[in-house]
């Protein structure tokens, strides 16, 4: 079967895979895989062939599977334990995408395609306990059937055929419910330790109704799996740049270990070598191998593995040009590329001999192609994939149901307080964890009420106090806008990708997440105007009384709130903070325009009339102004000739103001102003998550 291949992934004597070899099957008795099976070094022990093969070995022997899931099956949570066996098969198909015809190509009118196939027609089957690699070449199409087989990132693509788990096609949500993804880029928020990371992960979840010890239990016994206990107390940090935390292996581990609080029977991982080196890449996939020796069934995508990675596989699915090229174990695939006339080098891997035989060359395309046509009718022509089809016709489909049974969303979801809660707490230790940015804004507040006092020191009530005090008002509500809104525009897009994947993860919706960043906020919005009101109020000279130093910072804190508002509104829509601080400028103007400073409010053009009452500049001001002047008297310099204001009333009508008026109903414009806001942001931040 094997001639003139000698394979390199059958010498497990010469491997060093970093895998005790231990008599038993490496799992624990409820299942789970014991934390003694997978080491972190690579040193320790051969490997055992049959012990690999493990389960695959049964499908292959052609014994088949009972595909029937007893209650039992699902665990007092009602969730899947890792013996629900999932078998995956798709069968016909199709994926192809829109392509939006160019201006010109409109204008000729020409014919070209309006949409391009991706997925031409595919059919497999993955069986419980296998771990299938799909490759092929760069574009052939693997990330598009790992996400389609998947039901995740296939929104804007048109499928067709059947895709079926355990003989029975699945909604998406239902699909989502029992499996995982591991994406191929892991993102995490920096400052959260290792542990923490996975018990915001179980906390959101797993049940309710587990206790937080039981929680904690399932956090440390994913970690010591994935030999991860020795740095469960290290910051994640980022993969470059000042804040380095975990190695690329060990975050890679971390992105696993996330997906598997759930115990999701069905695996998806899309390049899990992506960015390791040998070693580390090793021992991921040696990981995950034994993974899928507890009855998972997984899949993943991965580009050229080298050979001691190659053999971890128990299958292989090459696809070329949007077909499946070829199935199966990797001596049959040999056996079939040999057969079609393309043999492996004997010192060949037979990872790269496979990639290299089904890839497109530029400049030679028609060639390419095909041969790439010749093996796929020689592999649909043989009779492995006869055999194959005939089992995806015929597994049974009367055990799905009972899967699902107690698996509603409610069940598993945390209320949204917990969601709040949960977010909030990890918000704190990101402030608390990265104290450059709090100091930052506290030095800014301090230096802005510092520059507003030396700049108006000692403002006496004269006739000068209209331009001077008022000035420095309307400065002051300026500052609060801009550096709230630059500040804001900032963490969102930051946060975005975390919240996205969390958000798809169905971790917590848009709502508790945006909770959570306003109650977060709430320090800063009235801390930093007391801070500044602290430092320049008296240096000024304004008004001294409690109640007007208190009436400056409510109205700041209410003008940082609408502002607070409009950046995030800014940062949702534009989900990117250079554009957000494009967009500012112009946005702001007309309510800064006619905010009641620059232009007297009774002479505000008609078509800007509308924005007048939604302009929080002219909210703020009025509000403090009116504290301000309200009751106050203006001397008459003798060296002036003419003194126009006799006291505050006088001033204060010179800006169409009226004294003694309330302060509160200027204060609930303003909160309604980043009410509203707010509430377009989490629109936006819903609509743009959802894509
Ligand atoms: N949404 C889409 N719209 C248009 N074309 C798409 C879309 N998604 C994928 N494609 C095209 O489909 C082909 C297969 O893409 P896919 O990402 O599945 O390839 P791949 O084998 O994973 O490639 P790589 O190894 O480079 O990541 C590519 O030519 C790609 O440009």
């Known amino acids: 079967m094997t001639e003139g291949y000698e394979p390199i992934v059958n010498q497990p004597e010469e491997e060093d895979v970093g895998i005790e070899n231990t008599e038993d099957d490496g799992l624990a008795e409820n299942g789970s895989i014991r934390n003694d099976v997978v080491r972190e070094s ?24 009972d595909f029937e899931i007893k209650m039992e099956e699902l665990d007092t949570e009602g969730r899947f334990n890792i013996f629900s066996k999932i078998t995956l098969s798709w069968k016909d198909v199709f994926v192809s995408a829109s392509v939006a015809p160019s201006l010109l190509d409109r204008c000729k009118k020409t014919d070209k395609p309006t949409s391009t196939e991706i997925l031409k027609g595919v059919s497999g089957l993955v069986e419980p306990g296998q771990f299938v690699a799909i490759m092929g070449a760069s574009g052939a ?57 996975m018990m915001f992960h179980a906390n959101l979840r797993m049940d309710q ?34 804040r380095r935390g975990i190695s690329g292996g060990e975050r890679k581990r971390l992105s696993v270990g996330t997906e598997l609080i759930m115990d999701p029977p069905l695996l998806f991982i899309d390049e899990p070598t992506s960015g390791l080196d040998s070693f580390m890449a090793e021992n991921v996939v040696t990981f995950i191998s034994q993974l899928a020796k507890a009855n998972r069934t997984i ?27 070829y199935m199966g174990d990797t001596t049959s695939g040999l056996d079939l590329f040999k057969a079609a006339g393309y043999p492996c080098k004997s010192n060949f891997n037979p990872a790269d001999h496979f990639v290299f035989t089904l890839a497109v060359r530029p400049g030679s395309e028609e060639s390419c192609k095909d041969r790439c046509q010749q093996i796929i009718e020689h592999y ?64 800014q507040s301090i230096v802005i009420g510092l520059l507003m006092g030396l700049t108006f020191l000692n403002t006496k009530n004269d006739q000068r106090a209209a331009q001077n005090k008022s000035g420095a008002l309307f400065n002051l509500v300026v500052y609060f806008t801009f550096s709230s809104i630059a500040t804001q525009t900032m963490s969102i897009p930051q946060e975005l990708p975390v919240v996205k994947r969390e958000y798809q993860n169905g971790m917590y919706s848009t709502l508790p997440y945006f909770l959570s960043k306003v109650i977060s906020e709430i320090p800063y919005l009235f801390g930093l105007p007391f801070l500044t009101m602290s ?46 601080g494009a967009l500012m400028a112009p946005i702001i103007m007309p309510f800064f325009l006619i905010g009641g400073f620059y232009q007297n409010d009774e002479s505000t053009p008609v078509f800007f009339e509308p924005v007048k009452y939604i302009s929080w500049f002219r909210y703020g001001f009025s509000m403090i102004m009116t504290s301000e002047f309200t009751d106050a008297q203006i001397s008459c310099e003798s060296e002036i000739n003419q003194c126009d204001f006799l006291n505050g009333t006088d001033v204060l009508a010179r800006f ?5 008026e309330i302060w509160w109903p200027n204060m609930i414009a303003l909160l309604m102003i980043g009410g509203f806001f707010c509430l377009f942001a989490w629109t936006c931040l819903l609509c743009r998550i959802r894509r």
């Not at 062939?49 to 695959?56: A, I, K, M």
């Not at 993943?300 to 299958?315: G, K, M, V």
């Open 42 to 65: 690579g040193c320790s022990g051969d490997l055992d062939e049959t012990e690999l093969l493990g389960s695959s070995a049964e499908v292959e022997n052609g014994k088949s599977h």
């Open 141 to 197: 199409g693997k990330t598009t059937l790992l996400n389609t087989l998947a039901s995740r990132n296939s929104k804007k693509l048109s499928v067709s055929g059947t895709i079926k788990i355990n003989g029975k096609e699945m909604s998406q949500s239902k699909t989502k419910l029992i499996s995982a993804y591991v994406q191929q880029d892991d993102c995490f928020i920096e400052t959260l330790t290792v542990k923490e990371v």
């Open 209 to 242: 109704n587990i206790s937080p010890k039981q929680k904690q239990k399932k956090v440390e016994d994913i970690l010591g799996t994935l030999g991860l206990t020795k740095v469960q107390d290290t910051l994640v940090g980022l993969p470059s740049g000042k």
């Open 299 to 325: 899949l993943c995508t991965i580009h050229q593995p080298a050979s001691e990675i190659f053999q971890l596989f128990d299958r292989i699915c090459l696809v070329s040009e949007g077909e499946i090229a």
């Open 380 to 443: 649909k022509s043989s009779a492995s994939y006869t055999a194959m089809v005939e089992k995806i016709n015929s597994i049974s489909d009367d055990a799905p149901e009972v899967l699902f049974k107690n698996l509603s969303k409610k069940q598993i979801q945390p209320s949204i307080c917990s969601q709040v809660a949960e977010n909030f707490k990890r918000s704190l230790k990101n402030i608390v964890r990265n104290p450059a940015y709090s100091k930052a804004r506290i030095m």
């Open 535 to 580: 430092v320049c109020y008296f240096m000024i000279g304004f008004k001294k009384t409690f109640v007007g130093f208190i009436t400056n910072v409510i109205a700041y804190a209410g003008v940082s709130w609408a502002a607070t508002g409009l950046g995030w509104f800014l940062a949702a829509w534009t989900g990117d903070s250079a554009i957000a």
């Open 656 to 660: 169409a103001l009226n004294p003694g």
